[in-house]
């Protein structure tokens, strides 16, 4: 009788660590709202810390930019509108992409535009009760500015996503 009891005692002392062991552990999940992110050059995970959309006038017309920045890089997408859909780029100068980094003394631009670099952002939720967007995008973009050939001629994003994004 005496070993049935330290055996209940054993269990139970092992019931307890078990229970507060796994009382104590918690997975937490955050998530960005607003987000955007991308596969930059097919290695490198890209991460917004701010960003925005709001209307610009282009020749005297009412266009939409997206803006994302994480402090040394910057993506601005410029479209016709924020309405669902998909925009291509590398066709026009009303739909293109602009992407600037700043790396050291060197501040490089990158862009699509007529017969430059190519891409295409899809619009695949326009929520204007909210006044927000989300959806998918992947562009390549081309060197504009001749800073340093040991520079990439192109920045790729691939893998892109944006969600919940404020439009002003």
């Known amino acids: 009788m005496n070993n049935f009891k330290r055996t209940i ?6 019931l307890i660590a078990m229970t507060v062991l796994f009382s104590s552990c918690t997975q937490e999940i955050t998530f960005r709202e607003p987000a955007l992110q991308g596969e930059k050059d097919s290695t490198n995970f890209w991460l917004a810390f701010d960003v925005r959309a709001y209307p610009v006038e ?4 009412i266009s939409y930019a ?3 920045t994480n402090g040394t890089d910057k993506i601005i997408f410029q479209l016709p509108s924020v309405n669902k859909g ?8 009303v739909r293109k992409v ?7 003394v060197n501040i490089l631009e990158y862009t699509t535009g007529i017969n430059r670099g190519n891409g295409r952002l899809k619009i695949t939720e326009s929520d204007m009760d909210n006044q927000t967007i989300s959806g998918e995008f992947y562009f390549e973009a081309i060197k504009t500015n ?6 990439a001629d192109t920045v790729r994003f691939r893998k892109g996503l944006f969600y919940k ?3 002003r």
């Open 66 to 68: 997206i803006e994302a």
């Open 9 to 14: 005692s054993y269990l139970s002392l092992f």
């Open 58 to 61: 282009v020749d005297k017309t």
């Open 146 to 151: 001749e800073v340093d050939t040991i520079f």
């Open 86 to 93: 998909s925009y291509d780029f590398g066709r026009n100068d």
């Open 165 to 167: 994004i404020p439009v």
């Open 98 to 104: 602009t992407f600037t980094s700043i790396l050291g």
